[in-house]
Every structure is written in structure tokens, then in C-alpha cells.
């Protein structure tokens, strides 16, 4: 669903062993959340012979993950399903430029400008999902593989251009994404929907 096996055949593809350019894989859950889901035995047989390819699945505090923000240069997010992106969010707030796909969750705050997107297109999954039924047809999103390799250069090899782009969306996020702002705008969401909900039905009961 992260789109990390685009991402491991995008790079690999995209760059040559001797420039001076590294991919940092930050796993999540290899051994409880996403554990059987993943791809952590093909991402270590790769760095065997990808010395450009570094694997962290160690679990790390909030200051090491903000290290490790601020460290990168560019976050890389080929995800195909997202349900809000908070990643995302947070490589934007700490001054990194994202490359994500396009026509999903993070277009809410990946605004033109403030990101590079991917192009993509909907698949079909049908009604049901591990054999839970959904309301309607279901559907992912397939990033555009060489168009990711394109954006991946674009922002390796126009740099500076990248880092303004970062820069203006840690402004956009630390103005708008606050604690306070997000919970208001949840309040006003619930208060809305509440007012629009029809009466409850009473019981002699009640």
C-alpha cells in the first residue's frame, strides 16, 4: 500500500552506484502492525549490493524522527492507498520537499507548490477488503513509475529549487496544521454533522 516496491525499483533504476545520492528506508511495525505485510527480507537482500540503500527499523523517539527529517533532503511517498498521510505532514512541517502521489488523502495539504506529486490512475479493488464489505467499489491508486523517476531526479538534481519548495511548505504547515487549528476544525466537523443528523428515535423507555 506504501508503494516502497516502486520506490526500491524507481531508485535503483534511476541511480547509478557512484553518485553521491542515498535512499534511508524508515520501516514501521516490521514486527507487529505490518508484520508478514512488508517487504523487509527483499530490502535487506538489496542493500547487500546497494550501498546507496540504508534499512532503519529500529523504533525511534520523537527527537530522533525529527533528526531524521531534518537530515534528508526529500521525503518519498509513492504510497498507492493513504488514509491522511501524517509522515507527510510532518517532512513538510520540518522543511522537506515530498514527492507523493497524486489524487490522494495528502492532496488536502500537498497543495501546488508545496510538493511534487506523481501522476497516477484508479484501480479497481472491488466490494469487499480482507473480506470486509464496503459501501461501494473500492479502489487504489497506481503511481506513474517513470514519472516518479523523473520527479525523483527533478529534485536531485535541481536541489536548491527543492529546498524553497520545503521551505514554504513548513510556513504553509506550521501556519495552518497547529494542534489547536486541526482539533477546531474536527469540532466544527462533529458539531456539523450532529446538527444535520435527524432526530433520535425514542422508546416509551427512554
Known amino acids: 500500500r506504501k508503494g516502497i516496491d516502486?520506490?526500491?525499483d524507481a531508485f535503483c533504476q534511476e541511480f547509478d552506484l557512484n553518485e553521491p545520492v542515498q535512499l534511508v528506508i524508515k520501516d514501521f511495525g516490521a514486527f507487529q502492525t505490518y508484520s508478514g505485510n512488508n517487504l523487509r527480507e527483499r530490502i535487506i537482500d538489496i542493500t547487500r549490493s546497494h550501498k546507496?540503500?540504508?534499512?532503519?527499523d529500529a523504533k525511534l523517539s520523537e527527537s530522533e524522527m525529527a533528526a531524521l527529517y531534518q537530515n534528508s533532503d526529500c521525503l518519498v511517498h509513492p504510497y498507492?492507498?493513504?488514509?491522511f498521510g501524517m509522515p507527510i505532514l510532518e517532512a513538510m512541517?520540518?522543511?522537506?520537499p515530498v514527492i507523493v502521489t497524486k489524487g490522494g488523502a495528502s492532496d488536502d495539504f500537498v497543495l501546488d507548490g508545496l510538493g511534487y506529486k506523481i501522476k497516477s490512475k484508479k484501480i479497481n479493488i472491488g466490494d469487499t477488503v480482507s473480506g470486509m464489505p464496503l459501501t461501494?467499489?473500492?479502489w487504489l491508486l497506481?503511481?506513474?513509475f517513470e514519472d516518479l523517476k523523473n520527479i525523483m531526479r527533478n529534485v536531485y538534481q535541481y536541489r536548491e529549487k527543492a529546498r524553497m519548495t520545503g521551505h514554504r511548505a513548513s510556513e504553509f504547515v506550521r501556519k495552518n496544521y497547529t494542534w489547536d487549528k486541526v482539533g477546531l476544525k474536527v469540532?466544527?466537523?462533529i458539531s456539523e454533522i450532529y446538527r444535520s443528523s435527524p432526530e433520535p428515535i425514542r422508546t416509551?423507555?427512554?
Request: proline share 4%; aromatic share 4%; glycine share 18%.
Open 142 to 144: 497506481e503511481p506513474d
Open 136 to 138: 461501494d467499489q473500492g
Open 93 to 96: 512541517g520540518c522543511g522537506l
Open 187 to 189: 469540532k466544527n466537523r
Open 6 to 8: 516502486l520506490l526500491l
Open 52 to 56: 546507496n540503500i540504508e534499512y532503519v
Open 204 to 206: 416509551a423507555n427512554n
Open 80 to 83: 498507492r492507498g493513504e488514509g
